[in-house]
């Protein structure tokens, strides 16, 4: 199986090395990465002109380092790098924060994997929650276990998977769960403030979610220490909306 891995961290990322050290145990791995941070990025991409290098990040792999997002890495690499050699997964991470609940939409990670599904791909974008210090390579095993079991999946398929704090242990199991869509309580602090100036920094804040036995979501699963799977859609059509604008019989007049 020829595997492509890309992130939102950047080539250098350590959550990178250890994913790929894990991946190999299932095939071969092809490295296209952002040359720097790409998190928050979303699903851009880039209409200018980009820069491709190959690097040996010294002791852990040989992979091409792009001056773009994540999406620009998948599509570089479906449509030129690896054009002769089709890639049959992509995945995307080890990600050094969760994406969960509203994070879906803004994350680099996510969009990755998102845009392999454009190529008739399977993806899996792989994410892990904060914490300091980080134990990359425990967070990178957990996932490779749960990859190995949910493969294989359909070509479209975007699976987001998430894995809890190492710190608090061994995860408590795995949840497949839905998307949260309740947001965060969020602020901004101010940090610089003249007459006509002033400069600001977005404060997280905790998901709105609140936690049920009854009706887990990814953002509850994962902070109550459970791996958590997400099967992500790539339609953002909204049937029940779309019926009621038909009901109200637009025409131009």
Known sequence: ??????????????????????????????????????????????????????????????????????????????????????????ISGLNYGANVGINVFYSGTVAGAIEAAFYNLPAIAVSAAMEEPWNAEAAAGWALRVIEQ????????VVSLNIPQMSKGTPRGVKVVEQSTSGFDESYEILEQKEGHAVYRLAGGSHRDKHSETHWTDTTALTAGYITLTSLRLDLTAPTGNERLKEKKIQLK
Do not use: W
């Not at 949910?150 to 398929?157: A, K, T």
């Open 1 to 90: 199986m020829h595997i492509l891995l890309t992130n939102d961290d950047g080539i250098f990322a350590v959550g990178l090395a250890a994913m790929y050290k894990r991946l190999l145990t299932l095939g071969r791995v092809t490295v296209v990465a952002p040359s720097n941070v790409q998190s928050g990025a979303g699903h851009s991409i880039s209409l200018r002109e980009l820069t491709c290098r190959k690097l040996q990040i010294e002791g852990q792999f040989t992979g091409f380092s792009v001056d773009g997002s994540p999406a620009d890495c998948v599509k570089l690499a479906v449509n030129q790098i690896a054009a002769d050699d089709p890639v049959d997964l992509v």
């Open 150 to 157: 949910i493969l294989p999946i359909e070509p479209r398929q």
